[in-house]
Nanobody, 121 residues
Framework: QVHLVESGGGLVQPGGSLRLSCAASGTIFRINAMGWYRQAPGQERELVAHITSGGSTNYADSVKGRFTISRDNPKNTVYLQMNSLKPEDTAVYYC???????????????WGQGTLVTVSS
C-alpha cells in the first residue's frame, strides 16, 4: 500500500558530504513523522534524525551539527544532508515514516529498503 524508496548512498571520504532522499508513494492520506535510522554491522538500528509534520526536528547526539533532516510535504519526501562525515557514520541508512493510509485512515509505520553509506579513505 505504501512504499518508501531511498537514494543517495555511496562511498565518500572522511570529511565529505552526502545527501540521502526518501520518497513515499502509494495510498497516502497524510504522512506524520518521518525519520532516518542507521544500522552498522553487528550493531542495533539507531535513530539518526526525526522530523514531525510541522517541521520540528531532533537528532542523535553523534550527528548534531553535522546532519540536517528536512522534508518536502507536497512531494512526500524526506532528506538527510550529511556533512563532515566520519568513518563511524558507515552504516545502512533506513527511512521511516508514519503514514495515515487513505483507504482505511489508519496509521502505518513504514520502512524503506535501506541505502548503504560508506565513509572511508
Amino acid at each position: 500500500q505504501v512504499h518508501l524508496v531511498e537514494s543517495g548512498g555511496g562511498l565518500v571520504q572522511p570529511g565529505g558530504s552526502l545527501r540521502l532522499s526518501c520518497a513515499a508513494s502509494g495510498t497516502i492520506f497524510r504522512i506524520n513523522a518521518m525519520g532516518w535510522y542507521r544500522q552498522a554491522p553487528g550493531q542495533e538500528r539507531e535513530l539518526v534524525a526525526h522530523i514531525t509534520s510541522g517541521g520540528s526536528t531532533n537528532y542523535a547526539d553523534s550527528v548534531k551539527g553535522r546532519f540536517t533532516i528536512s522534508r518536502d510535504n507536497p512531494k512526500n519526501t524526506v532528506y538527510l544532508q550529511m556533512n563532515s562525515l566520519k568513518p563511524e557514520d558507515t552504516a545502512v541508512y533506513y527511512c521511516n515514516a508514519v503514514v495515515v493510509v487513505s483507504t482505511t485512515f489508519t496509521s502505518l509505520v513504514t520502512w524503506g529498503q535501506g541505502t548503504l553509506v560508506t565513509v572511508s579513505s
